[in-house]
């Protein structure tokens, strides 16, 4: 499986903290699995926006996205829902007590993210999201910066076109 990058949309609050990264790329092939678009490197240290310059001095060989160390993430690692259950997953997540301020950040990035995906129907796709909240600190980067982050890979059948969604606080 390769994966051809064919647009990215980066999107940050008015201080650079807060931000979303949208990637919609092309395989080679339709109806990849998760473990496939893994080993092909769909979540790129590269293609995440300007993020990456904090990490470089912090991670030395590691391959990282955001705050994940990719060497020790598997498909296990991902939650595999409809738009459906996305939207509800993220519902949940927005009703836990400690945002503070950074709700309101969280909430903008969303809709942004959201509307940036008004050509492709999201209904029906799968969805495979992994919230650092929610894994193993063995698997983050140490230290850890981020107040949050969490992605999405998204998947259509029938088609060979992957969408991956990102949202972070550091």
């Not at 296990?76 to 301020?101: A, M, P, V």
């Not at 209904?123 to 999405?152: E, W």
Request: hydrophobic share 40%; glycine share 6%.
């Amino acid at each position: 499986m390769t994966l051809s990058l064919a647009k990215n949309i980066w999107n940050a609050n008015e201080d650079g903290i807060g931000h979303s990264c949208i990637n919609i790329y092309e395989g080679s092939s339709k109806n990849p699995k998760l473990w496939e678009l893994l080993e092909a490197g769909i979540l790129k240290e590269k293609h995440y926006g300007d993020v990456t310059l904090k990490n470089k001095a912090l991670k030395g060989s590691q391959k990282v996205y955001g705050p994940l160390v990719l060497e020790k993430i598997d498909k296990f690692d991902f939650k595999q829902l409809t738009y459906d259950l996305l939207i509800k997953e993220f519902e949940d997540f927005c009703r836990e007590d400690d945002w503070g301020d950074d709700l309101d950040v969280f909430h903008k990035n969303f809709e942004i993210a959201i509307c940036d995906l008004n050509e492709f129907d999201l209904t029906s796709r799968d969805f495979f999201l992994i919230n650092t909240q929610a894994t193993s600190n063995k698997k983050l980067l140490d230290p850890n910066f981020y107040a949050y982050f969490v992605c999405v890979i998204s998947t259509q059948a029938g088609s060979n076109i992957i969408l991956t969604l990102t949202f972070g606080l550091d």
